[in-house]
Each structure stands twice: as structure tokens, then as C-alpha cells.
């Protein structure tokens, strides 16, 4: 072998141990181009590192998305924030930079079927996962089974585990109403299992005066509901459904009582 391919072994080895995937499949194309167009070696090396980075950021988020099981097509571009009574544009802006995730923040997201809570917290995920933190979408049915299997094959706390994993569990709809205790007990512990250290984005129907329907008594209720408002934004959509434009069912949750402006309110230890 000669000396210029036993270099080029090398050098590739070399990167591969570094994991500079896009250096190796780019550093010959952008040394004949150099050479082409006269660049200084700083220069070559400065191009080399950026498509690395550009291509490192591109696979995470890949990643990222593949991983979170958002529903597809839920984008934010598409998100018509007019179609929403004093929706509060600024701080859909906030909820966008993942600030609230870092700040070990809850997102609430309250209002009438069909105005539009889902596609607001898939976009929101799809968000963060473009910014590089890892989330988890599902619907609260399929999150409780999931924990039901767990738990029956005793691998609750491995499944907990996987979970913590996420900056961010979205659990779409959690109208769902569990049918027994066992339901509501492990939808508990993972209320509880995250609290103060992992988030929460949480999509509803029903209004916490309600929610003794998914947790049956009043002190599991009341404890499920402190942990989920301590540190958190409550977002509340009002309106009437986008898809139908008719009256939906019939439900204010008492979050607009917080805030008669309808606007996100911001739950802390001052209040
Ligand atoms: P919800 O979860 O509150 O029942 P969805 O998020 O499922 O409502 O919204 C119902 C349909 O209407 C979806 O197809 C969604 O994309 C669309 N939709 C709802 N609100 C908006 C909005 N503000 N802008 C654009 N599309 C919307
Ligand atoms: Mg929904």
C-alpha cells in the first residue's frame, strides 16, 4: 500500500474514534475544493467543522423526533393562533424557546374538543425536539396501559426509567377516564415519580373540578392536581372548535378562574 493510502486509513480511522462521521465523508470533496478556490488551511478546517456540526444537529433531531412519537403534520407554522379567543401570542413564544422545560416548568393546556390542544402540544414538541430536547408524545389511554403492562411483567420502574429519559412527557387527553383503580393508581405514580424533577405537558377536556373522574377519590385527586400545577403554565383555549366551527361540549375548567383574561397563568411559589 502506499504511503498516501495507508495515510488516508488512518486519518479515517482516526475520525471514526472521534465519531466525526461528516469529517470523514467530506474532508477529501472539501480539500479538492480548497485547493480549487485557494483556501487558507484555517478556512478548510473552519468548513469541515461547521458541516459536522450542521450534520451532527440534523441526525440528533432525527433522533429526537423519531423517538418522541409526535403525530406527524402538527407543526406550529400551521397553528392559526388568530382562531383563538386573547390567545397569548407572547407567551406561545416562551413556550417555544423550551425555557419552561429548563426551568423545570408544566405545561397545562385546557379547553373545549377540537380548539385545538393537541396540535398546540405536538407542535410545541416538535419544537423542542428541534431545539435538541428529547420528548415523549401519547395519549393518556395508551400511557396507562403501557404502565399497566409494565407493572404486571414488574418492570414499572424500568419503564419509569425509559421515561425519565425525556425532558418532557406530552400526554395528550387525559379526559381519558381510567375504568378501575389500577388504572388510576399507575397514572399516579408517574405523576408522582416525575414531580419537581422531570416535566410535564398535559392536554384536557375536563377541568380540574372534574377530575375526580380520573382519580376517583378526592385526596389521590387533590394530590395529582398539586403536583401538576406546582411550577407550571396553564394555558386555556377558548373558542369554539376549529374543525366543526360549532358549539362544542360545554365545559369551562375553572382555570379561567384564575385568570378571567383568558391567558396563561403562571403557577409559582408566590401564589
Ligand atoms: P383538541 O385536541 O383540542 O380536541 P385538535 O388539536 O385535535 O383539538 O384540533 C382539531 C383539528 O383542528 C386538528 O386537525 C387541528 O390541526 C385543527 N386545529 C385546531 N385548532 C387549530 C388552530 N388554531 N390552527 C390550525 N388548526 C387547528
Ligand atoms: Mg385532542
Known amino acids: 500500500m502506499s504511503t498516501a493510502i495507508n495515510k488516508q486509513v488512518e486519518i479515517e480511522s482516526l475520525l471514526k474514534s472521534f465519531n466525526l462521521i461528516s469529517f470523514i465523508n467530506n474532508y477529501q470533496q472539501y480539500a479538492r475544493l480548497a485547493e480549487k478556490e485557494k483556501l487558507d488551511y484555517v478556512s478548510y478546517l473552519y468548513q469541515l467543522a461547521k458541516v459536522e456540526s450542521e450534520?451532527?444537529?440534523h441526525r440528533k433531531t432525527e433522533r429526537l423526533l423519531k423517538q418522541s412519537k409526535l403525530p406527524p403534520s402538527k407543526n406550529l407554522s400551521e397553528f392559526d393562533t388568530n382562531a383563538l379567543a386573547n390567545f397569548p401570542k407572547t407567551v406561545l413564544k416562551e413556550l417555544i424557546s423550551g425555557d419552561c422545560l429548563d426551568?423545570?416548568?408544566?405545561?397545562?393546556?385546557f379547553g373545549n374538543p377540537g380548539t385545538?390542544?393537541?396540535?398546540?402540544?405536538?407542535?410545541l414538541g416538535r419544537q423542542w425536539c428541534l431545539s435538541g430536547r428529547a420528548v415523549y408524545f401519547t395519549s393518556a389511554s395508551a400511557l396507562v396501559q403501557d404502565l399497566l403492562v409494565a407493572k404486571r411483567d414488574l418492570k414499572l420502574n424500568n419503564?419509569?426509567?425509559k421515561l425519565d429519559k425525556f425532558q418532557a412527557v406530552i400526554i395528550d387527553?387525559?379526559?381519558y377516564i381510567p375504568q378501575n383503580r389500577e388504572e388510576t393508581d399507575v397514572l399516579f405514580v408517574l405523576l408522582a415519580d416525575r414531580y419537581e424533577h422531570k416535566r410535564i405537558v398535559i392536554t384536557s377536556n375536563l377541568p380540574f373540578s372534574q377530575w375526580d373522574k380520573i382519580f376517583k377519590d378526592t385526596v389521590t385527586t387533590g394530590a395529582a392536581i398539586d403536583r401538576l400545577v406546582h411550577h407550571s403554565h396553564i394555558l386555556q383555549l377558548n373558542g369554539e372548535s376549529y374543525r366543526a366551527k360549532t358549539a362544542g361540549n360545554v365545559c369551562v375548567p375553572e382555570t379561567t378562574l384564575l385568570n378571567q383574561n383568558r391567558i396563561i397563568v403562571k403557577l409559582d411559589d408566590q401564589q
Open 55 to 57: 450534520e451532527r444537529h
Open 159 to 161: 419503564f419509569l426509567a
Open 173 to 175: 387527553d387525559i379526559s
Open 116 to 123: 385545538g390542544k393537541t396540535h398546540l402540544a405536538a407542535g
Open 103 to 109: 426551568q423545570a416548568e408544566n405545561v397545562l393546556i
